[in-house]
């Protein structure tokens, strides 16, 4: 019977893998790319391609976990690594909906129920962003499922295994998603309410160690890592371009920032808002824990960490898109379903009415929104994407046809490095050549790839930085071979 | 006395009963003779026993009156000594067994002095007298005291040699094999010659060696923590069953508390025993005190036990350790199930009916069932709550997990409850081995014998200073290394008789506890070292892979160990030591250096015992579980 399960699962994942993956594949092909996928990707070329392997050269201004995952992917042949990132979040997706659908079975829901309750939690617009956008927010998602069990059960069971899988998945959160931070901020009032309560009186200072020791480990690890590797502790939060600061650095882009960055009770009221538009269900779900009361007190206080989350992030110009941060709400509701009886009577019907409804008006609101990156997105699920990277796709391409090294910062060249394919014959920042370059008053490399330093974040660029001169007069023994739009590239020439 | 007269038969058929001869003789009041009555129902043992273990009658004057419903001679052995050419030394334990000695030869048949004229008793007289024999009444402290008087040599060559002789591999007499020099001697040319002419690669593989380890320690030891912390894991036998046992059907317990000058604590621990929830008369306790301890002695003696409590002296010979002691001891056991007991330990007071229970739960061939140690003076200093974090997660979470992943599991050095025939069998304790708990769990595991826990606790003195501390730790350090030499003798052999997972659990937990102690120094050093310089150096020798191995360990390892440390406490809801566990580090460096001087002793005093004093807290014991009933009322 285990194995008949094991197989059954098997195939679930299966499903829901090929589904999600050949939306991936219809997205990308249709010309949508998300910029933090491909940066990430480029990460790994750039750690893979080196010689020596070094994994400090994915370098400390991103959590790395999915970027070790990403490695397996560099297998796959050169013209579909492109889609690894994508692939991999709809994996991680994937597999959310095949452990919810285990854990759906002790609900005893007949086969048709199962399968409609998952695809309504599929196609639920958060939920497919996260899938198909390459992004960290899938394995974040995943991990997030286990850590609302892992409160349910603490409270329900003062059991101990809860307190170490609690403790250690918010750890392991730390090296997933920068978002991590601030869930454990949103969550970290709430453990008053969700340990048990004999042990919080007992010992409140205890529990909040207990819970906090992994993430703490984890976050002074990073820091002791950025000391080693990269000069000083606080690298990562001061790291321009860090993914740990998020939005901060372009907060101009996005519309979300615009409106309410900065603030705290104006975000908190519009994910407010947004929980009503997308997630009515959350409502119901309260209703039914209600039944017990320590369940609903912990359900309201698990429920109310997204939206917390949501405030305190935007609040520090990390948040782009509350949407985000909103499928951790889709993954409560998940984690509900998985413990609540709602298979009898009226409360099936009432289920599946309010996905629909959300779905819905989820979707509707996410129509409307205007992060032009979610725009992209949309129109990719119907027509081809004009390609508006042309100037870095040609780059990548003139870059191909050339022999010999490229000294190139890939923090402002990811999409052409992309273009490109791999990076063999590149000093990229981390690499020894590039440091040995340009600590030189003149490098002693075969091409040198500059971007505009008056655009975008071409002052941000590390040749830039140690050549300010280089894209407006160009060097001694350095020749200028190409110049389209933004870009010019160097060409060593002797004497 | 008639010596022509041979009784074949069982004489008090017509005699008055005991109870009441007791009290015609004014020994006994009639309200002490009615509850004995009622204790004999509830009991199922004898008369005599209840009178005796209440102390209700003086051992002296309750066998002068056997003697009398018997109708035969009372005789003092200290007096009247028995004919040692009679004696046979196989049957020495036997002797001891039925409390049964022959006394002189008579009439063509042997008149034996005898303490507990019981149907066994006269099947053995009649077996090993031709079917001509007499006997004379004596007390039990004259046989026991005989017995070891005369024979003390045999049964002191048996306490210290019988391991060796009977399975000379297991025996730590011999610190290494020849076999084992030649490996060692063998292992450091070659790393020698390496070292000289390929020092990189030698140190490079060395540093490949030493990360594997540390991960594979490190993984193993969260992998024990999450078996245990398994609600499951944890309760083994409840109040319910221990309420609902009948005092009837319980077996005779002997148990053992080894002592050397210790006269302070003697008076603790006997009334710990005599409030223990077991039927006392079914308890068969010996004081196990050294010969040359002429102050425990004499304090045992001032203090006027019941019968239930038997001095046993245990000649001067070396090795003088406590496992020699306790296999001196283990002659004159009489009990069905024995368990060890140190002279501060303060068990729970069911727990020897928790063992009973727990023994009929588990599979038929168990042979020991462990208890749970912890600490009463948990709170009194740093030390004391360093220790009780340790002990909480080696007996509450470890040995659990060890026991389910079957895996040999290190006996702690006290409450563990033993079949007292497979005890003998196995030859009992290694008195060469200072750490001989742990080296039986192992050597009863490898004879395919089961070895559980239990979930009771017995509350133990922690040490609350350092020097104390580093002696007691040295000692169990280099105990670990002796269990782990004599069991690696025939590495094959234990592979084959632990299996896969045995053999390496043995590996990491035994051989792997002492090699992470030595080690640490060692990589902290480094550390240290290359954190002050700053140094290049060593950039040769951490090669990508092991630098990775290398932070993960230091930072991610330590810091989940640490952790672990905060968790241990959850089971005892000892909440308020959590903040002290983020110390452990400190803790464990301490270890680092006892375990230096357990290589040192090992080397130049392998046998050596270093006593730990006790008595040394001012904090007063008070069992947790009726702490809590106190609070809920």
Request: overall charge neutral; some cysteine.
């Amino acid at each position: 019977m285990k194995v008949n399960r094991q197989r059954a699962d098997f195939a679930w994942l299966l499903l829901f893998g090929v589904l999600l993956t050949g939306f991936c594949v219809w997205l990308t092909g249709n010309n949508f790319s998300h910029e933090m996928a491909l940066r990430d990707w480029v990460k790994v070329l750039g750690v893979l391609d080196a010689d020596p392997f070094r994994l400090e050269n994915l370098g400390l201004d991103t959590p790395h976990l999915p970027l070790y995952l990403l490695m397996p992917f560099a297998w796959l042949s050169p013209d579909a690594q492109g889609v690894a990132p994508y692939l991999l979040s709809s994996l991680l997706i994937a597999l959310l909906l095949t452990v919810w659908n285990h854990q759906l079975r002790h609900q005893e829901f007949a086969l048709w129920q199962r399968f409609l309750l998952l695809m309504l939690v599929l196609f639920q617009a958060p939920l497919l962003w996260a899938a198909t956008t390459g992004g960290h927010i899938a394995l974040t998602l995943l991990i997030f499922y286990f850590v609302y069990l892992a409160c349910l059960r603490m409270n329900f069971q003062a059991d101990l295994r809860s307190f170490i899988m609690l403790g250690l998945l918010l750890g392991l959160l730390f090296f997933v998603d920068a978002v991590a931070l601030f869930i454990f901020i949103a969550l970290f009032p709430f453990f008053a309410l969700i340990a048990p309560r004999r042990i919080f009186l007992e010992a409140p200072l205890s529990v909040y160690i207990v819970i906090c020791i992994p993430l703490g480990v984890a976050v002074l690890t990073w820091a002791y890592l950025g000391w080693v590797f990269e000069g000083g502790p606080g690298h990562f939060i001061r790291q321009p371009g860090s993914t740990f600061l998020g939005a901060w650095q372009h907060a101009a882009d996005s519309p979300w920032l615009i409106q309410y960055g900065g603030q705290w009770f104006a975000p908190l009221a519009a994910a407010f808002m947004l929980l009503l538009v997308y997630f009515p269900i959350v409502f119901l779900l309260l209703a039914l824990a209600a039944k017990h009361k320590d369940h609903l007190k912990v359900s309201l206080a698990l429920m109310s960490v997204p939206l917390i989350a949501i405030a305190f992030a935007t609040s520090k110009f990390y948040l782009e898109r509350p949407v985000e941060l909103l499928a951790l709400v889709m993954v409560a509701v998940m984690a509900e379903l998985s413990i609540i009886r709602t298979r009898k009577g009226w409360t099936f019907p009432a289920v599946v009415l309010l996905l629909v409804a959300g779905g819905a008006s989820g979707w509707h609101n996410f129509l409307q929104t205007p992060d032009p990156v979610v725009r992209d997105w949309q129109n990719a699920l119907f027509s081809r994407l004009n390609n508006t990277h042309t100037a870095d796709v040609a780059l990548g391409q003139f870059l191909f046809r050339q022999q010999g090294e490229v000294l190139i910062d890939d923090f402002t060249a990811y999409r052409v490095i992309a273009a490109y394919g791999n990076t063999e014959k590149m000093a990229l920042p981390r690499s020894d050549l590039f440091k040995l370059q340009v600590r030189r008053q003149v490098p002693d490399i075969d091409y040198i790839v500059v971007p505009d330093p008056r655009v975008g974040q071409g002052d941000w660029d590390r040749i830039n930085k140690h050549f300010p001169d280089l894209y407006r007069s160009g060097m001694k023994d350095y020749q200028q071979v190409y110049d389209y739009q933004g870009w010019r590239v160097f060409k060593h020439v002797d004497g | 006395m008639d010596g022509s007269t041979i009784f074949m038969k069982d004489t008090m058929s017509d005699s008055v009963p005991l109870g009441e001869l007791l009290i015609t003789r004014g020994l006994l009041q009639q309200k002490q003779l009615d509850t004995a009555l009622d204790l004999q129902k509830k009991w199922g043992t004898r008369l005599g026993d209840i009178l005796l273990s209440k102390g209700w009658v003086r051992a002296q004057d309750f066998y002068l009156t056997l003697a009398i419903q018997y109708q035969k001679p009372f005789v003092d052995l200290f007096k009247e000594r028995p004919d040692k050419a009679l004696w046979k030394d196989d049957e020495l334990t036997r002797y001891t067994e039925l409390l049964v000695l022959p006394l002189r030869k008579m009439d063509g048949g042997i008149l034996f002095a005898v303490a507990d004229p019981t149907p066994a008793v006269f099947e053995y007289m009649d077996e090993h007298s031709d079917g001509l024999y007499d006997y004379v009444i004596t007390s039990r402290f004259d046989i026991i005291w005989s017995a070891q008087n005369e024979a003390d040599q045999h049964f002191s060559d048996r306490a210290v040699n019988e391991l060796a002789r009977q399975q000379p591999v297991n025996s730590a007499g011999q610190v290494f094999t020849r076999a084992q020099l030649f490996w060692i001697f063998g292992l450091l040319s070659v790393l020698i010659v390496s070292a000289t002419f390929w020092p990189i690669a030698t140190l490079v593989l060395a540093n490949v060696f030493i990360s594997l380890f540390m991960l594979l320690n490190f993984g193993l030891r969260m992998l024990f923590a999450w078996v245990g912390s398994h609600a499951k894991i944890d309760v083994k036998v409840t109040d319910e069953e221990v309420r609902a046992i009948n005092d009837h059907d319980l077996p005779f317990y002997t148990v053992l508390v080894p002592m050397y000058k210790e006269p302070s604590v003697l008076p603790i621990i006997t009334e710990s025993l005599r409030n223990i929830d077991y039927p006392l008369s079914k308890l068969d306790i010996k004081l196990i005190l050294e010969e040359d301890d002429e102050e425990t002695i004499a304090a045992a003696k001032n203090l006027d036990l019941e019968s239930m409590f038997e001095i046993i002296r245990v000649p001067v010979s070396l090795p003088k350790t406590k496992p020699k002691a306790c296999n001196y001891a283990l002659s004159f056991a009489r009990g069905e199930l024995v368990t060890i007991y140190d002279a501060e330990d303060k068990p729970e007071r069911d727990q020897l009916k928790k063992a009973v229970i727990a023994f009929r739960k588990a599979p038929e061939n168990t042979a020991v069932i462990q208890a749970r140690l912890n600490y009463f003076n948990a709170n009194e200093n740093w030390l004391t709550r360093m220790f009780t974090l340790e002990y909480s997660l080696w007996f509450d979470f470890y040995l659990p997990a060890l026991e389910a992943l079957k895996i040999p599991i290190p006996l702690g050095g006290t409450s563990n409850h033993f079949k007292l025939r497979i005890l003998k069998k196995v030859n009992a304790w290694d008195p060469y081995n200072v750490t001989e708990d742990a080296d039986l769990g192992v050597r009863l595991t490898q004879l395919n014998y089961h070895v559980g826990v239990v979930n009771s606790t017995t509350y133990e003195e922690a040490t609350n200073r350092f020097g104390n501390w580093i002696r007691q730790r040295s000692r169990w350090i280099k105990g670990y290394m002796q269990t782990y030499l004599v069991h690696m003798r025939h590495p094959v052999r234990l592979y084959r008789s632990l299996g896969h997972v045995g053999f390496w659990g043995f590996q990491f937990f035994i051989g792997g506890a002492v090699l992470s102690c030595l080690l640490a120094p060692l990589l902290y050093l480094t550390y240290f070292g290359w954190l002050y310089t700053q140094t290049h150096v060593l950039d040769v020798i951490f090669p990508s892979i092991i630098l990775y191995a290398s932070l993960f360990s230091l930072l991610l390892g330590n810091g989940l160990l640490i952790y672990l440390s905060t968790l241990c406490v959850f089971k005892r809801h000892l909440y308020h030591l959590i903040p002290w566990a983020l110390t452990v580090p400190v803790y464990w460096l301490m270890m680092s250096i006892a375990a230096y001087k357990a290589l040192w002793q090992l080397i130049h005093k392998p046998f050596y015992w270093e006593k730990t004093t006790h008595g040394l807290t001012n904090f007063l014991h008070v069992d947790p579980r009726e702490k809590k009933d106190q609070a809920d009322v």
